[in-house]
């Protein structure tokens, strides 16, 4: 990857700061001159009335609701805020969603499908409002956002979003004259969406709780949690904490197999941050209808514009990482006079099985424990909504959008031609992936700074080797359900193509579900080859 020399001088203006790290050996452009507070070293020895569980948009935002009622809070992370995918967004605030208010009139109703578009609307207005109310500087910008179609069958699903998006109260409207990069056949335009600096943002929102006497606590993995009448208590090695209710926004639920694991798809989602030629930046938010669609927006960071550009998506541990890199630089290259590559990143994301998120209480957990996950690739409005949603549960016991977003609900027909399919698919991993391993002889056949699933000396491992031919071996079987991980070349991590949890090269824990790291069988040293 060629790196700009500009995004290199923003890297090292940023060194003294402490800098905020994400779950992947790429770097992504928020990441750059960015301060984070150092938070509490360990939670205090007192009984607080809500744990949030994980330090995204969606569970800072859910605290900072509920310490605003006078609630006392605290957030545990397993490493630190916007660590996980808030770190890799491409931060579009959008009045529409990947699931499309006609696939939501098709399969829960027409008035489910106004009380989405709603919920939508509602989570816009709250992220403008927290950044009005507690002065975030995010670069928070109102942008219209463009879709268009560049073939018959596209234009089709283009009408069907338009017209149900209006059916749903919507603004929106068709735009002959849109800002496509390529020639289209019909576009629409959305009024009033936005984007700004997810990082930013969520550590203003941080700043806000901590200053109204919230705590947040990194490095804590919560490892189980005993409930005991009223109290629940949430234990990480020899660190505790207590606490009357307990909500995990951790993207998907972690620990032992739930039924949201079955209901979610974990998929990855590649991004570039470009300089372009001519100023030929686009000033909107951009997508086309292909599938995986592709996104644009553009960014200014430190007085330097970027091109941010997305797609090319694919489950997590099924595709080529490297290759999607190559496919969408190659695509953008298509579309605008692209000078630079600055950097590239990918991030995770959750598919639900019938298109709507999972948010409310926790099927199988004890009362008072709550949790959200399966916002597509809408995560920023969507981790927003799980917020308003959160909070309303906790504090009144009750919200306007539970039995629509309900973990627990049953619909026959929503999403089960979904649900059997990605469910057959883990269990074609589970058995397949065990199955045509390589065999070596050698440490020296796997490349430098590069990692393989391989049968050696008789066993099937993982063996990861630095630059320098020290190497790691792994057991490449998933701490979480069994199915064996693949390596990602290009985040530099074990991925389980099952149920979506990433693993260093080192085989520690990235991301849940899984909540053990991978089994180290041996390390050796090894010349370089």
């Known amino acids: 990857m060629n790196t700009s020399s500009n995004f290199n001088n923003i890297q090292k203006a940023g060194a003294a700061t402490k800098r905020v790290e994400r779950d992947g050996a790429n770097n992504s452009l928020w990441q750059a001159n960015v301060a984070a507070e150092s938070p509490e070293a360990a939670p205090p020895p007192q009984v607080f009335d809500t744990l949030v569980v994980g330090a995204g948009i969606t569970g800072l935002t859910t605290a900072l609701l509920l310490q605003k009622e006078g609630r006392k809070c605290i957030v545990a992370d397993a490493h630190a805020p916007g660590y996980g995918t808030t770190g890799g967004t491409t931060a579009h605030i959008n009045t529409f969603a990947d699931t499309t208010f006609g696939e939501v009139e098709s399969d829960f109703g027409q008035e489910e499908a106004r009380q989405f578009a709603g919920a939508i609307a509602e989570s816009v207005a709250l992220i403008h409002n927290m ?29 069907d979003l338009y017209e149900s998006a209006l059916r749903a109260g919507v603004a929106a409207k068709l735009a002959p004259n849109a800002p496509a990069p390529l020639p289209f056949q019909k576009a629409v335009v959305f009024g009033k969406q936005a984007q700004f600096h997810p990082l930013k943002y969520i550590l203003g929102l941080q700043k806000a709780f901590t200053e109204l006497g919230g705590v947040v606590v990194e490095n804590m993995q919560i490892d189980q949690i ?268 074990w991925d389980c193509p099952c149920h979506g949890a990433r693993f260093s090269c080192q085989g520690e824990v990235l991301t849940g579900p899984a909540r053990k790291p991978l089994e180290r069988i041996e390390a050796a040293q090894v010349a370089p080859k």
């Open 131 to 159: 950044v009005e109310t507690y002065r975030i500087d995010c670069d928070f910008e109102w942008k219209q956002a463009y879709v268009y179609a560049e073939t018959d069958e596209e234009t089709k699903q283009l009408d």
């Open 226 to 493: 005993d409930s005991d009448g009223d109290y629940h208590t949430a234990r990480s090695g020899e660190r505790e904490i207590k606490a009357k209710s307990v909500v995990y926004a951790t993207h998907i639920p972690p620990g032992g197999i739930n039924v949201l694991h079955f209901r979610n798809a974990p998929y990855r989602s590649y991004v570039i941050a470009a300089t372009l030629k001519e100023d030929a930046y686009p000033d909107a938010l951009i997508y086309d209808m292909q599938d995986p669609y592709h996104y644009f927006r553009t960014h200014t960071i430190d007085g330097q514009k970027y091109l941010i550009a997305g797609g090319h998506d694919h489950k997590t541990g099924h595709g080529d990482p490297v290759q999607a890199f190559t496919d969408l630089i190659d695509y953008t290259r298509k579309c605008y006079p692209v000078e630079e590559i600055a950097t590239q990143w990918s991030a995770q994301y959750y598919v639900p099985a019938d298109g709507l998120p999972y948010i409310g209480r926790l099927p199988g957990a004890e009362a008072g424990i709550y949790a959200a996950t399966g916002f597509n690739g809408n995560g920023m409005i969507l981790g927003t909504v799980s917020a308003i949603v959160l909070s309303e549960l906790v504090s009144e016991g009750t919200s306007p959008y539970e039995k629509l977003f309900d973990p627990g609900r049953i619909k026959p027909v929503a999403g089960f031609t979904e649900f059997v399919k990605e469910n057959a698919d883990v269990v074609g991993r589970f058995v397949g992936d065990r199955f045509g391993i390589e065999e070596i002889e050698s440490l020296g056949d796997i490349a430098a700074d590069s990692g393989k699933i391989v049968e050696y000396e008789g066993q099937k491992v993982g063996i990861y080797k630095k630059e320098s031919g020290e190497v790691t071996i792994i057991d490449p079987v998933c701490t979480h359900a069994g199915c064996i991980v693949q390596w990602n070349d290009s985040e530099k991590s």
